[in-house]
């Protein structure tokens, strides 16, 4: 099993709809983690992180928490052309290197 | 200049060639790191350092060497590389590993894409 799991995708929405982009980790003990948007050819970029259990949101992106679950959501609302992208879920095993999922690819479609 | 910084952007090189990418963060960090991303690959690490010292190796060929003098600034050595060697190297910083705190994440460079020929 993996210790960071993400569906490659891609995932198509039409502009205007919300994304959902799912990860599974299985580090119970994991404290922290994070979503980076990479644009083709680019770095990696942090948009979101998260500790607590629950939903955390900045602007258009909401990311969900269950650490009984052992699982993290983002999701992006009012989803535009430009937010097409990999999505990587990294994930912080008490303190030990970032876990990064293979990613997944998100169109949105005008 | 903040944040971190590859350089060079682009590089093609030779077989037979040796050249170095170079990373600098100026983030007070201390812990840095090297990953390769093929096309439409993963990241895969390769290398970790934690105040200057290598903390991982994840059994990279001997033609990558790198090199950390500070925390501040690390290297990637290449030395007859392959084709298949060619990627985006990136580069990362985080505050430190392995205190058991909040890990802040990662910041990444803009990358070197290496073209091996």
């Known amino acids: 099993q993996k210790e960071v799991e993400q569906n490659s995708g891609p995932l198509s929405v039409p502009e205007g709809a919300i994304a959902s982009l799912n990860c599974t980790y299985s580090?119970?003990?994991?404290?922290?983690f994070f979503w980076y948007r990479q644009y083709s050819g680019k770095s990696p970029e942090l948009i979101m992180f998260?500790?607590?259990?629950g939903d955390k949101e900045d602007g258009r992106f909401t990311a969900q928490l269950n650490k009984a679950s052992q699982y993290v959501s983002l999701l992006i609302r009012d989803s535009q052309p430009s937010d097409s992208a990999t999505y990587l879920c990294?994930?912080?095993?008490?303190?030990?290197?970032?876990?990064f999922g293979q990613g997944t690819e998100l169109s949105v479609k005008p | 200049e903040t944040g971190v910084t590859q350089t060079p952007r682009h590089l093609v090189m030779g077989m037979t060639n040796k050249k170095s990418l170079k990373c600098e963060q100026h983030?007070?960090?201390?812990?840095m790191y090297w990953y390769k991303q093929s096309a439409k690959k993963p990241l895969e690490l390769m290398f970790v350092?934690?105040?200057?010292?290598?903390?991982e190796n994840n059994s990279v060929p001997s033609r990558f060497s790198p090199e950390c003098p500070n925390s501040s600034h690390l290297f990637l050595h290449l030395h007859t590389l392959q084709p298949e060697d060619s990627a985006l190297y990136l580069c990362?910083?985080?505050?430190?590993?392995?205190?058991?705190?909040?890990?802040?994440?990662?910041?990444f460079g803009s990358g070197t894409r290496l073209t091996v020929v």
């Open positions: 990362a910083s985080s505050q430190e590993m392995g205190t058991g705190d909040l890990n802040y994440g990662y910041t």
């Open positions: 580090d119970r003990g994991s404290q922290s």
């Open positions: 998260i500790y607590s259990n």
């Open positions: 990294a994930v912080n095993p008490q303190g030990g290197k970032l876990i």
């Open positions: 983030l007070g960090h201390n812990a």
């Open positions: 350092y934690n105040f200057k010292e290598q903390t």
